[in-house]
């Protein structure tokens, strides 16, 4: 457990989609300001900014900063893939526990390029020679999970089908219209399994989160349970740390496992007592996978989870039901933060299109490329 609690005292979010109007300064205002009027707070409570980021180039909080009018507070810039925002939580968390602060702001943002995601990870020539096989690299792990869970590409469109329609109704998510199974599966295929609708969208978005040792008065505490960043394991060749190099045998834990242990135990939880969960969706696969990793079923019990609806909005463990990556979209710096204020709204029951009647424990999760994987498990109090 940890010994020092941490509230979220505001949050804030700018809507994810694209904006060529806007600077990613703009962005990143809007989700700060909008984070202080929720937390009733001045911008001089802040006494810290860290600030996740991943195509934002240099300085990219401190901008914000300055266009807030405001100098001299301390401001950390954090890239760490899609995790980019879950990383910078944890530093503030961390700050915040060693009592080096008494309230920080942490904010993600980001303006994404059009087309597929490409990662300074790749040297430019691997991109000119094909080498950047983000692509078939999801299809090849797709396909692997099909095989083991016994699966189907109907079951891949049918995360499609749950997830936009959950994205309908949260008003901050880029796409906001229903799908059907025949839909998902007529669109383009990419690489087999996958098809167009089942893979996320690159965005552009911000989220802001505030941080304190004290909780805020007259409205339902939220706590940081617990915020974990874990890194590869050599060995898996379907790795999000350097995907097809390594082996298909004597598979390592992944990052995402490694997490997941390591958050559960440090907050005093287990599956079982998870109301939601936001997970990574980067395409439709990714979310079975990581629910596996996250132990919200074990293996080959997919399909079965699937027939049951367990992760439907009425289900057992309801799972994206912001509308996740496939609704929301994908502003890496901001798409961690983004599932963080979700949640603290699901706690508190103040959620966009309808809440849980019941959420008192929710986990959010994400992983990126570098094999950066975080697990934040918060509690209503």
Known sequence: MIDTPIYIAGVGIHRFGRFPAQTLTDLGVHAFRAALHDAELPLSAIQAIYCGSVYGGVAAGHKVLGALGATSVPVVNVEAGCASGAAALLLGTLALRAQAYDCVAVLGMEKMPKGMIRSSFFDLWQEQA??????????????????????????????VVKNRANGALNPYAMFQSRVTEEEVLASPEVCEPLRLWMLCSPNEGAACVILARKAVLGRRKVRVAAITLRSHRFGNVLGEHTPLCGTAREVPPSPSELAAREAYEIAGVGPPELDLVECQDTDAARELLACRELGLYGAGECAQALR???????????????????????????????QV???????QGRAPGGGLERCRVALAHTVGRGANASVTILQGE
């Open 130 to 159: 094909g080498l950047a096989v983000t692509p078939a690299y999801f299809a090849l792990r797709a396909q692997q999970l099909l095989r083991e869970e016994g699966l189907d590409v109907r079951d891949l469109a049918k995360i």
């Open 308 to 338: 049951e609806g367990w992760f439907l909005p009425g289900g057992k463990i309801p799972v994206n039901l912001s509308g996740g990556l496939l609704s929301k979209g994908e502003p890496l710096g901001a798409s961690a933060l983004g």
């Open 341 to 347: 204020v979700y949640l603290c709204w699901q706690l």
